[in-house]
């Protein structure tokens, strides 16, 4: 049984969440843990949390995989807004305690110019300080499309991050399109792409999916998802991505272009892939 769901709306709470991925045939999911484009955070609602928790048990579902908002920035070039980046992170974490055994998934962060190491380091630097308190949550590092002064465009990048943390809990999460877009070739040899993925990181630290088709071609560095099959990754890639042996049990979130109607129709089509 694969693990699939999308992004959903956290304004209802938790288990209204959970209610929403099960009426689009969802067994897992994505939200943004504060406004993704902001940084405003939901009221807590252990109440709802609790629900939520019973009934993610209930209905099977696998590990939910949470989105830090795009502006939190763990490596920015001013020290007052990467403090701040930091505050964010370190709430989201104590945050995630509410729906334990979870995921936190977040871009890495841009170096804006300081350069990839000051960026790694700054990062890595946030996540000790955030993970210490020992919080029931995995981090995850999203795989970049290397776009301007990104960070984690390269599986090395990833690596030199979960070195400097020196913590089981950090992960990585590998979004299609990104490692597409990045100049890793899943389309014609996913193997090859995952053999490097665990010859640099190493593969028990792969934890979650994000399937998205790309608007643009391969090494493009430019990030725009599509929907499956109407970008240059094409429904073949996602059929050997969701049947691949070290894949097949991990968490898959849709970010594509779409509504509930057409996530829905997303996961009913990933399904009719399964081998
Ligand atoms: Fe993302
Ligand atoms: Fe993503
Ligand atoms: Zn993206």
Same mark, same amino acid.
């Given at each position: 049984m694969l693990y699939l769901g999308c992004h959903l709306s956290a304004s209802g709470g938790n288990l209204e969440m959970v209610k929403t991925a099960q009426s689009i045939g969802a067994n897992t999911f994505a939200f943004f843990t504060r406004n993704p484009r902001g940084s405003q955070a939901r009221k807590e609602d252990p109440e709802d949390s609790r629900q939520a928790v019973q009934a993610l048990k209930d209905g099977g579902f696998g590990p939910l995989v949470a989105h830090g908002a795009?502006?939190?920035? /763990?490596?920015?070039?001013?020290p007052d807004a990467r403090e701040f980046a930091c505050s964010v992170l370190c709430d989201d974490l104590r945050r995630m305690a509410a729906l334990p055994g979870n995921f936190y998934n977040f871009?890495?962060?841009?170096?804006v110019g300081q350069g990839m190491e000051t960026g790694i380091s700054q990062i890595a630097e946030a996540l000790k300080k955030a993970l210490a308190p020992g919080y029931p949550v995995t981090v995850l590092l999203e795989t970049m499309a =290397?776009? =301007?002064?990104?960070? =984690?465009?390269?599986f090395e990048e990833l690596k030199a991050i979960i070195d400097a943390v020196g913590s089981d809990d950090v992960g990585v999460c590998l979004d299609t399109c990104h490692v597409h877009d990045a100049g890793y070739d899943i389309v014609n040899d996913l193997d090859g792409v995952l053999a490097e993925f665990d010859r640099v990181v =190493? /593969?028990?630290? /792969?934890k979650a999916l994000h399937i998205n088709d790309s608007k643009?071609?391969?090494?493009?560095?430019k990030d725009r998802h599509e929907l499956l099959g109407q970008g240059? /990754?094409?429904?073949s890639a996602f059929a050997k991505v969701i049947n691949h042996p070290y894949l097949k049990t991990l968490p898959m979130i849709l970010e594509t272009p779409n509504a509930l109607p057409g996530y829905a129709e997303e996961i009913a089509l990933l399904r009719s892939l399964e081998a």
């Open positions: 795009y502006t939190m920035n /763990l490596c920015t070039a001013q871009h890495p962060g841009s170096h =290397g776009k =301007g002064s990104e960070v =984690g465009g390269k =190493g /593969l028990s630290r /792969l643009n071609p391969f090494g493009s560095h240059n /990754l094409g429904l």
